[in-house]
C-alpha cells in the first residue's frame, strides 16, 4: 500500500512563494501520472495541476496557469508545485494524488492515492 505525504504548506504574503513537496513510500509512483488538488472551506476539490508519468506532460487550471509549476523527481519518488505571485484565493488545503495510470486527469475521482493535505494561507 503507498503514502504520499505533502509539506511545504503555510502561511504567506500575497505576492510571496511556497514550494510544496509530496513524498511517495510505500511504492513507487514513477510510473503513473500525478496532480494536486486544493479544497478551500465550503467549496468543493478542485483540480490544480498534473503531470504524466515521465514528467514530459503536464495540465494546470486556468486559475494557476502561469503562476504554478508542477514537477517530478522520480529517482526520489517525489513531486512537487512550485507556486509563485501567490494570491488570497489560492488559500486551500493543498492535496498530492496518484493515478494507477500514465495520462493525466483532472477528475479527483480519477485518481487512486491521496495524501492526508497540506495548509497554504496566502494573506492580503
Known amino acids: 500500500q503507498g503514502q504520499l505525504v505533502e509539506s511545504g504548506g503555510g502561511l504567506v504574503q500575497a505576492g510571496g512563494s511556497l514550494r510544496l513537496s509530496c513524498a511517495a513510500s510505500?511504492?513507487?509512483?514513477?510510473?503513473?501520472?500525478m496532480g494536486w488538488f486544493r479544497q478551500a472551506p465550503g467549496k468543493e476539490r478542485e483540480f490544480v495541476a498534473a503531470?504524466?508519468?515521465?514528467?514530459?506532460?503536464?495540465s494546470y487550471a486556468d486559475s494557476v496557469k502561469g503562476r504554478f509549476t508542477i514537477s517530478r523527481d522520480k529517482a526520489k519518488n517525489t513531486l512537487y508545485l512550485q507556486m509563485n505571485s501567490l494570491k488570497p484565493e489560492d488559500t486551500a488545503v493543498y492535496y498530492c494524488?496518484?493515478?494507477?495510470?500514465?495520462?493525466?486527469?483532472?477528475?479527483?475521482?480519477?485518481?487512486?492515492?491521496w495524501g492526508p493535505g497540506t495548509q497554504v494561507t496566502v494573506s492580503s
Open positions: 510505500g511504492r513507487t509512483f514513477t510510473n503513473y501520472a
Open positions: 494524488s496518484s493515478r494507477r495510470s500514465l495520462g493525466i486527469a483532472t477528475i479527483p475521482t480519477d485518481y487512486a492515492y
Open positions: 503531470i504524466n508519468w515521465d514528467g514530459y506532460s503536464t
